[in-house]
């Protein structure tokens, strides 16, 4: 009977953890209070598990942490996958506000790979989203999407809203960041709507909260402080302290674009102390931003006060503590124009130049990005067009003509992306050849062109073949031959296939353009070279893990502990350590299931060792898989060579790692290969 008291509490506070979480987090508290009472492990981990999440929701950190610890402890005692994968998501989610994306995401690959085996559907699209949401705040938003648009589509297969809202909201989000805000805005009111009729609250405020910013951007300010003000309400009932701290510095914005100061230093206030309290560095120091502005107009602009230059100098703090580029830029163009005015000119020029540099910076990411945006546009319009063609296949026949109609549109769009990649490829070559590392490039221009020309005209042909077909059917249509008009159907469908397979093969075509042109500042720091090697095999190992659950491999690390800490690029070196792994684990993936029908014993096998030398440090990864005859050996460096079968590879992660260990690291890099029995990569850099 207690038991079943203490079960149906958890059901209730599991159910509402999202909708109402202070509700959840009280709900939890009596279950953990009975089930420690009466000694029931499996009531009392359910509660902790919940009570940890509710704190995440409020913004307590360290306070869910310690629940979310006990509660893993208990649910590993009692065998269960699910109740695991739980915590590893919140764990996950825990170390994304900590800014810790590496764990974060070690966290909700772990969650997925539980909840995959253990079909636990609803988890599954959960951990998808979250792992979106943490490749977004990487930078990474072709990878955010496909997470997103994942998520999305088993949300709606099991009709689950939590999913389906949340991936709708931060798809909408990737609209907004691309500057598309009329389909930002179409995707926040979908979410919008799950969320109000579903009594989801906290989320509903967040929708809110994002509309009321782009009409804020429209210059649609009355509406925007209605929108705002809806969604401060709604933060304060639940006790969303993130979300009223936002929806304060966003009031503050308009009440300052509207020139009512006052209440705009009222609400930045508030904000500013919320933030503080839950530990949100970088919204510190854009509340310190306007601040300074605020008080400028307050005073009429006459110079700057030493209140404003103390907000200048605690959001400068803030900025390097948490090193955001974007912020830091702007504080140092605050500083310029405050020392400019009180005829500190010397001090003025120092910020002038800080600016112009961290706006260099900036812009240069800007220029690899413009393609990558269109990469992701053109994501978007593939999953709709998917979408549209399942639609069709469940309505009636009299439709056809016109839903056909619009799959034309849908190819010669896709036909005009390519076409802008192609052009976008062509500029962004003209600015790669700038730097050292893609000097060679500027010769494979020609080869690089020739290999998007190819599916291009590929598209073009078989959208040409579609627009006769399209014709013909219409002519069947007209005389009532529905069978012929079906029939003319299904082969434009298969034409569409080839369309669609040969867009990605120029997809990956400048995706691979894209790895080898970016660049990354070099910056040398104390690097744990054993840890460094064996966090990238991890991840690399996971990665591949994650897409073939299948895979198994046997991992050995021989480290030289002696070794320490060496200055270097770690960013750099962990490219190169990537590009190498994920060559081995699909060398030995592939010989698996090549040996797997014959019945042959094989251990898949990957080993990284590293040795502390006189003046240097001596790296080899070595695996067991079917090797590289000898006469290709001497090209595996070179650009766009690659033994990868055709559509699976471009060929550029080991001309690039060549690159980095040459020219940036200052090393050497050879390989080694028995065909049939393995490759052997021998790294080694100096120590100075």
């Given at each position: 009977m207690?038991?079943?008291?203490?079960?149906q509490?958890?059901?209730?506070?599991?159910?509402?953890r999202?909708?109402?979480?202070?509700k959840?987090?009280?709900?939890?508290?009596?279950?953990?209070?009975?089930?420690?009472?009466?000694?029931?492990?499996?009531?009392?981990?359910?509660?902790?598990?919940?009570?940890?999440?509710?704190?995440?929701?409020?913004?307590?950190?360290?306070?869910?942490?310690?629940?979310?610890?006990?509660?893993?402890?208990?649910?590993?005692?009692?065998?269960?996958?699910?109740?695991?994968?739980?915590?590893?998501?919140?764990?996950?989610?825990?170390?994304?506000?900590?800014?810790?994306y590496k764990r974060?995401?070690?966290?909700?690959?772990?969650?997925?790979?539980?909840?995959?085996?253990?079909?636990y559907?609803?988890?599954?699209s959960?951990?998808?989203?979250?792992?979106?949401?943490?490749?977004?705040?990487?930078g990474?938003?072709?990878?955010?999407?496909?997470?997103?648009?994942?998520?999305?589509?088993?949300?709606?297969?099991?009709?689950?809203?939590?999913?389906?809202?949340?991936?709708?909201?931060?798809?909408?989000s990737i609209?907004?960041e691309?500057?598309?805000?009329?389909n930002?805005l179409?995707?926040?009111?979908?979410?919008?709507?799950?969320?109000?009729?579903?009594?989801?609250?906290?989320?509903?405020?967040?929708?809110?909260?994002?509309?009321?910013?782009?009409e804020?951007?429209?210059?649609?300010?009355?509406?925007?402080?209605?929108?705002?003000?809806?969604?401060l309400e709604?933060?304060k009932?639940?006790?969303?302290?993130?979300?009223?701290?936002?929806?304060?510095f966003?009031?503050?914005?308009?009440?300052?674009?509207?020139?009512?100061?006052?209440e705009?230093?009222?609400?930045?206030?508030?904000?500013?102390a919320?933030?503080?309290?839950?530990?949100?560095?970088?919204?510190?120091?854009?509340?310190?931003?306007?601040?300074?502005?605020?008080?400028?107009?307050?005073t009429?602009?006459?110079?700057?006060s030493q209140?404003?230059?103390?907000?200048?100098?605690e959001?400068?703090?803030?900025?390097?503590?948490?090193?955001?580029?974007?912020?830091l830029?702007?504080?140092?163009?605050?500083?310029?124009?405050?020392?400019?005015?009180?005829?500190?000119?010397?001090?003025?020029?120092?910020?002038?130049e800080l600016?112009?540099?961290?706006?260099?910076?900036?812009?240069?990411?800007?220029?690899?990005?413009?393609?990558?945006?269109?990469?992701?546009?053109?994501?978007?319009?593939?999953?709709?067009?998917?979408?549209?063609?399942?639609?069709?296949?469940?309505?009636?026949?009299?439709?056809?003509?016109e839903?056909s109609?619009?799959?034309?549109?849908?190819?010669?769009?896709?036909?005009?992306?390519?076409?802008?990649?192609?052009?976008?490829?062509?500029?962004?070559?003209?600015?790669?050849i700038q730097?050292?590392?893609?000097?060679?490039?500027?010769?494979?221009?020609?080869?690089?062109?020739?290999?998007?020309?190819?599916?291009?005209?590929f598209?073009?042909?078989?959208?040409?073949?579609?627009?006769?077909?399209?014709?013909?059917?219409q002519?069947?249509?007209?005389?009532?031959?529905?069978?012929?008009?079906?029939s003319?159907?299904?082969?434009?469908?298969?034409?569409?296939?080839?369309?669609?397979?040969?867009?990605?093969?120029a997809?990956?075509i400048?995706?691979?353009?894209?790895?080898?042109?970016?660049?990354?500042?070099?910056?040398?720091?104390p690097?744990?070279?054993?840890?460094l090697?064996?966090e990238?095999?991890?991840?690399?190992?996971?990665?591949?893990?994650a897409?073939?659950?299948?895979?198994n491999?046997?991992m050995?690390?021989?480290?030289?502990?002696?070794?320490?800490?060496?200055?270097?690029?770690?960013?750099?070196?962990?490219?190169v350590?990537?590009?190498?792994?994920?060559?081995?684990?699909?060398?030995v993936?592939?010989?698996?299931?090549?040996?797997?029908?014959s019945?042959?014993?094989?251990?898949?096998?990957?080993?990284?060792?590293?040795?502390?030398m006189?003046?240097?440090?001596?790296i080899?990864?070595?695996?067991?898989?079917d090797?590289?005859?000898?006469?290709?050996?001497?090209?595996?460096?070179?650009?766009?060579f690659?033994?990868?079968?055709?559509?699976?590879?471009?060929?550029?992660?080991?001309?690039?790692?060549?690159?980095?260990?040459?020219?940036?690291?200052?090393?050497?890099?050879?390989?080694?290969?028995?065909?049939?029995?393995?490759v052997?990569?021998m790294?080694?850099?100096?120590?100075?």
């Amino acid at each position: 009977m207690n038991h079943r008291k203490i079960d149906q509490l958890n059901k209730e506070a599991w159910e509402s953890r999202v909708s109402d979480s202070n509700k959840a987090l009280q709900l939890s508290r009596e279950a953990i209070d009975l089930a420690q009472k009466y000694d029931y492990q499996k009531g009392l981990a359910n509660g902790l598990r919940t009570l940890g999440f509710s704190y995440i929701r409020l913004s307590k950190h360290e306070q869910a942490g310690i629940y979310l610890e006990q509660a893993l402890e208990l649910f590993e005692l009692l065998n269960d996958e699910c109740g695991k994968s739980d915590v590893y998501e919140y764990m996950g989610i825990i170390q994304r506000s900590h800014g810790d994306y590496k764990r974060s995401l070690e966290f909700l690959y772990e969650a997925l790979k539980l909840r995959r085996e253990n079909n636990y559907r609803e988890g599954e699209s959960l951990s998808l989203y979250h792992l979106g949401v943490t490749y977004k705040y990487l930078g990474n938003l072709e990878q955010a999407l496909e997470c997103f648009l994942q998520s999305l589509a088993m949300a709606r297969e099991i009709n689950y809203w939590v999913a389906e809202s949340y991936s709708l909201n931060n798809i909408g989000s990737i609209y907004f960041e691309l500057g598309d805000d009329d389909n930002a805005l179409k995707y926040y009111h979908e979410s919008l709507t799950i969320r109000k009729n579903t009594g989801d609250k906290w989320g509903e405020a967040g929708c809110l909260d994002n509309i009321g910013y782009i009409e804020f951007k429209k210059g649609n300010f009355t509406s925007a402080l209605s929108y705002y003000e809806n969604s401060l309400e709604i933060t304060k009932k639940v006790g969303d302290k993130k979300g009223e701290a936002n929806c304060l510095f966003h009031l503050a914005e308009v009440y300052y674009q509207n020139g009512n100061d006052n209440e705009a230093q009222s609400c930045a206030q508030q904000s500013l102390a919320i933030r503080e309290g839950i530990g949100d560095k970088k919204g510190e120091a854009e509340i310190y931003l306007l601040l300074a502005d605020i008080r400028i107009e307050m005073t009429g602009n006459n110079g700057y006060s030493q209140e404003q230059l103390k907000y200048l100098n605690e959001a400068l703090r803030i900025g390097e503590e948490t090193k955001a580029i974007d912020l830091l830029y702007k504080i140092h163009k605050g500083f310029y124009n405050a020392y400019k005015q009180i005829g500190e000119f010397k001090e003025a020029l120092v910020h002038l130049e800080l600016f112009n540099d961290l706006e260099k910076e900036i812009h240069s990411g800007r220029i690899n990005q413009k393609i990558v945006n269109l990469e992701i546009t053109h994501k978007i319009e593939q999953a709709q067009k998917e979408a549209e063609i399942y639609r069709l296949r469940n309505i009636e026949l009299a439709t056809l003509y016109e839903e056909s109609n619009q799959q034309k549109r849908e190819i010669e769009n896709q036909k005009i992306s390519l076409e802008k990649t192609l052009d976008e490829l062509k500029s962004a070559q003209a600015q790669l050849i700038q730097s050292e590392k893609m000097a060679s490039l500027g010769e494979l221009t020609a080869g690089i062109a020739h290999e998007i020309q190819n599916p291009l005209n590929f598209v073009t042909n078989f959208s040409e073949i579609n627009s006769e077909l399209i014709a013909e059917m219409q002519v069947e249509v007209d005389k009532g031959d529905m069978t012929v008009a079906s029939s003319i159907a299904k082969m434009i469908c298969e034409n569409e296939l080839k369309i669609n397979l040969h867009s990605k093969r120029a997809d990956a075509i400048v995706k691979s353009m894209l790895q080898h042109s970016r660049s990354s500042s070099g910056q040398k720091q104390p690097t744990n070279i054993n840890a460094l090697a064996e966090e990238f095999l991890r991840l690399s190992y996971h990665g591949l893990r994650a897409r073939n659950q299948s895979f198994n491999a046997a991992m050995h690390t021989k480290f030289d502990d002696g070794i320490g800490e060496i200055n270097i690029a770690s960013q750099d070196l962990g490219r190169v350590f990537l590009n190498i792994f994920n060559n081995a684990f699909y060398s030995v993936y592939e010989k698996m299931k090549t040996l797997l029908a014959s019945q042959v014993q094989y251990e898949p096998t990957v080993t990284v060792s590293t040795k502390k030398m006189k003046d240097s440090v001596a790296i080899n990864i070595s695996d067991n898989g079917d090797g590289i005859s000898n006469k290709i050996l001497e090209k595996i460096f070179q650009p766009f060579f690659t033994t990868k079968p055709a559509g699976q590879g471009t060929g550029l992660g080991l001309s690039l790692s060549y690159d980095i260990i040459t020219k940036q690291l200052g090393g050497t890099i050879n390989v080694m290969s028995e065909e049939g029995k393995g490759v052997e990569f021998m790294i080694v850099l100096p120590l100075e």
